[in-house]
């Protein structure tokens, strides 16, 4: 791929920083040693009609490489998959396998731990939540007890780190501000397994340097 360009936000209040999803992106690129731009936006320019054009809901990340635009992070990663043997292997049966697993974290373990994640930060002390909440921990805990028994021995998803780990770990990471995966032992060595990697941890820097630099003035 050439001239590669992730689109994410100038700055994301502080509960957010290190969880917006071009993250996953810019990880997947460093894993894959692309060099890629990063362009920035502004909150209100998603709604423009030349942000659009590239991420129709208005979020981020959006991606550009080879003039062909994609959306949702998932999707974008896979696409980064597809040109590195570092994220996806070469077998089909095993590339099936990877696909499967980054499925499951955006379909079966991402939806309730969103839920969990916009309830607590976004609508804490509403009255509502103190009666949902109970079940959607219970759903998230059903998840992950669930994916904590697929490791076994493994240090991975698959018997090495993939694509899929990339979605996974970035999906547990939305619980942080909870103890829930320190509650599974196994996982809690599995995200701090990959948040140790050296991509991760530029990626990562590069976001939050990003955030730095256009953090509003206080008044």
């Known amino acids: 791929m050439d001239h590669i360009v992730v689109w994410g936000f100038r700055w994301a209040p502080p509960f957010a920083q290190g969880l917006l999803r071009d993250l996953r992106v810019r990880w997947a690129l460093e894993e894959a040693g692309l060099a890629h731009e990063v362009r920035l936006i502004d909150f209100d320019e998603r709604h423009a009609s ?5 991420q129709p809901f208005g979020m981020v990340p959006a991606f550009e490489a080879d003039g062909h635009v994609l959306f949702e ?22 590339q099936a396998e990877v696909l499967s ?49 697929r490791f076994g021995t493994r240090d991975y998803l698959l018997d090495r780190f993939t694509a ?28 701090e397994r990959c948040e140790a990697r050296p991509a991760f ?13 256009h953090a509003p003035v206080a008044a």
Do not use: C
């Open 73 to 94: 992070s998932a999707a974008i990663v896979h696409r980064i998959a597809g040109e590195s043997a570092a994220l996806m292997p070469a077998e089909a049966a095993a």
């Open 101 to 149: 697993w980054m499925f499951a974290a955006v379909n079966t373990v991402e939806p309730p731990v969103q839920q969990l994640l916009e309830m607590d930060l976004l609508h804490a002390g509403e009255a509502w939540v103190a009666l949902r909440r109970p079940a959607v921990v219970d759903t998230v805990k059903a998840r992950l007890a669930a994916l904590e028994r």
């Open 164 to 191: 899929a780990d990339i979605l996974m770990a970035t999906v547990l990471r939305f619980l942080r501000h909870t103890d829930l995966v320190e509650g599974f032992p196994v996982l809690a060595a599995y995200v």
């Open 50 to 54: 030349a942000y659009r054009r590239h």
């Open 201 to 213: 941890h530029k990626a990562l820097t590069a976001q939050l340097a990003d955030y730095a630099r």
